[in-house]
């Protein structure tokens, strides 16, 4: 659907229609999806070169599983309290959306700085396939195996690893999800804005009141 020279409906119809709220339904399904396999990835990684037992290995695993999980989190919270609309059928609950979408860009980038700093020196080091099958391939074998792991392997999973963060595409994608639903910064002074405050302006008035009352 395009909208020509009429500035006023373009507005109305993202304020009134039910798209957006469908469309981040999709938008958190796929960083479900593409946090499971980072996840597979940033795993892999600690435990194909047996870092696992250092408490900052395990504190930035547990990052990238509770970013899954929030994002999780806030699409059940959407679902769960969807509303009806006009018509039949209902729309997701929007104060999710608006949550992950403020929250996931930052989100993303620092999942992708988790695999950068687990694979470490990892990432410059490693072989092609070409060199695998190349006159050093014996001496890769020997000496690029990890823990539980053979070397082809391992040079699958980094080069993989690179591939989401270091290559031409990986920047990509950070940049997708850094600007994807817009600048963060305009969407957070959106979100002062428009909040509805009421609630925690009365939980804050009543416990002044509270105190005004001796209790």
């Known amino acids: 659907m395009f909208i020509y020279d ?3 409906l373009a507005n109305m119809t ?3 229609v039910t798209l957006w709220r469908q469309y981040m339904q999709q938008v958190a399904v796929k960083n479900v999806a593409k946090l499971e396999f980072i996840l597979g990835i ?3 990684i600690t435990e194909s070169i047996g870092i696992g037992g250092y408490a900052h290995v395990q504190e930035k695993n547990a990052e990238v599983i509770d970013t ?3 994002v999780r989190a806030y699409m059940r919270a959407a679902e769960a309290d969807a509303a009806p609309y006009e018509g039949e059928g209902l729309w997701p609950a929007a104060e999710p959306w608006i949550a992950m979408r403020n929250w996931y860009p930052d ?3 620092r999942v992708a700085a988790i695999v950068e700093q687990l694979a470490a020196g990892g990432l410059m080091l490693t072989p092609t396939e070409e060199d695998i099958a190349g006159p050093m391939a014996g001496d890769i074998g020997k000496y690029y195996q990890g823990t539980n792991i053979d070397a082809k392997n391992r040079v699958r999973l980094f080069r993989l690893a690179w591939d989401l963060i270091g290559t031409q595409f990986g920047s990509r994608q950070t940049l997708y999800e850094r600007f994807f639903n817009g600048d963060v910064v305009q969407l957070r002074q959106r979100r002062f804005a428009t909040y509805d405050y009421s609630r925690a302006d009365a939980s804050l008035e009543l416990f002044m009141q509270e105190l ?3 209790q």
């Open 212 to 214: 005004e009352n001796g």
């Open 14 to 16: 993202v304020q009134k």
């Open 107 to 109: 989100a993303y980038a």
């Open 68 to 70: 899954l999980e929030t």
């Open 42 to 44: 940033v795993h892999g």
């Open 6 to 8: 009429d500035v006023e």
